[in-house]
Nanobody, 121 residues
Framework: QVQAVESGGGSVQAGGSLSLSCTAS????????MGWYRQAPGKERELVAR???????DYTDSVKGRVTISRGDAKDTVYLQMNSLEPEDTAIYYC???????????????WGQGTQVTVSS
């Protein structure tokens, strides 16, 4: 069973920085994509940023220029560096990992337990 183990997060004042990391643990064949999503109170979960195995990245418009996603050398860890944080970035941040258990499948699509990010004005 693959698990997504998150670390980082916390509280910061507006304009500050925080970093998150997520490592996929367990036995698997390959990871196709890793990403971060967030869910603010009363809102739906939304994509923040994701990176594919080929290195392609996607960012939601509201974080472009402030947030950088990257993968570790072992390709089983993803980092999210968040700068110039705004109160609107306050949410629970979830790591998502997608891949395959073996060359013939099955696929997996797993979520971390979530980590709180709070930005005060």
């Amino acid at each position: 069973q693959v698990q997504a183990v998150e670390s980082g997060g916390g509280s910061v004042q507006a304009g500050g920085s925080l970093s998150l990391s997520c490592t996929a643990s367990g036995v698997f064949y390959t990871i196709n994509a890793m990403g971060w999503y967030r869910q603010a109170p009363g809102k739906e979960r939304e994509l923040v940023a994701r990176v594919t195995s080929g290195g392609s990245t996607d960012y939601t418009d509201s974080v472009k220029g402030r947030v950088t996603i990257s993968r570790g050398d072992a390709k089983d860890t993803v980092y999210l560096q968040m700068n110039s944080l705004e109160p609107e970035d306050t949410a629970i941040y979830y790591c998502n990992v997608r891949g395959y258990y073996s060359m013939a499948g099955p696929a997996f699509d797993i979520w971390g337990q979530g980590t709180q990010v709070t930005v005060s004005s």
